[in-house]
């Protein structure tokens, strides 16, 4: 697992490959709040039942809140053989201090 600052994330998701598959394990009263454009919900509780739905063919970016949520399912998605999985440091918060001052905080 490799922990991203806001801006080494952003500069994947610019990246000509297509960037990272965004996930988003917070509740939905959470991503209606704020999320990352292009990121998908899985709430953390659900994670389990949506293993299908991950791509496998890119780098997983896992988002939560402040990145404690994040870093136990991206531990997790190691652990069913997820291979190249990326935990934002410091969540939506820190993005939005870093990359998106107009995003909504909680």
Not at 91 to 105: E, H, K, N
């Amino acid at each position: 697992m490799r922990n991203l600052t806001p801006r080494e994330l952003k500069a994947l998701i610019d990246a000509k490959d297509g960037g990272p598959f965004l996930l988003d394990v917070r509740e939905h009263w959470e991503f209606e709040h704020c999320h990352i454009d292009g990121s998908v919900l899985i709430p953390m509780g659900q994670i389990q039942y949506h293993l299908d739905e991950l791509a496998d063919d890119r780098p997983i970016a896992v988002i939560c809140h402040h990145g404690i949520r994040s870093r136990h399912i991206a531990i997790y998605l190691q652990s069913q053989g997820f291979g190249d999985v990326i935990n934002l440091a410091g969540g939506v918060a820190r993005w939005a201090d870093d990359i998106d001052p107009s995003m909504p905080r909680y």
